[in-house]
Nanobody
Framework: QVQLVESGGGLVQAGGSLRLSCAAS????????MGWFRQAPGKERELVAA????????DYAASVKGRFTISRDNAENTVYLQMNTLKPEDTAVYYC?????????????????WGQGTQVTVSS
């Protein structure tokens, strides 16, 4: 069992930065690839970034590539999403999630555990 708790969301002006954190409970965090998803009102949930179990592999949605960076600290059971040069279209609820296979990173139903989400609002 893994419990995920996100933090770090908030209101920021366009061009600003935020760092989201996702703290995981349990001793199996390092066995899971991690993903950050987001869902804006009226839109489907989409994968923003994913990272493999050991942090060697990562992947990003085209809309955030070059602006967002995903990282993890397995000793601290935490995954991060550094978001720079934020745009109003980045406004959404951001969720972290855990999956046993990095190959399944784009398939939301293959994620076993989800956090409760944290709101990110970017004003223009």
């Amino acid at each position: 069992q893994v419990q995920l708790v996100e933090s770090g969301g908030g209101l920021v002006q366009a061009g600003g930065s935020l760092r989201l954190s996702c703290a995981a409970s349990g001793r199996t965090f390092s066995l899971y690839a991690m993903g950050w998803f987001r869902q804006a009102p009226g839109k489907e949930r989409e994968l923003v970034a994913a990272i493999s179990t050991n942090g060697v592999l990562s992947d990003y949605a085209a809309s955030v590539k070059g602006r967002f960076t995903i990282s993890r600290d397995n000793a601290e059971n935490t995954v991060y999403l550094q978001m720079n040069t934020l745009k109003p279209e980045d406004t959404a609820v951001y969720y972290c999630a855990a999956t046993r296979s990095y190959s399944d990173r784009y398939v939301s139903y293959r994620y076993d555990y989800w956090g409760q989400g944290t709101q990110v609002t970017v004003s223009s």
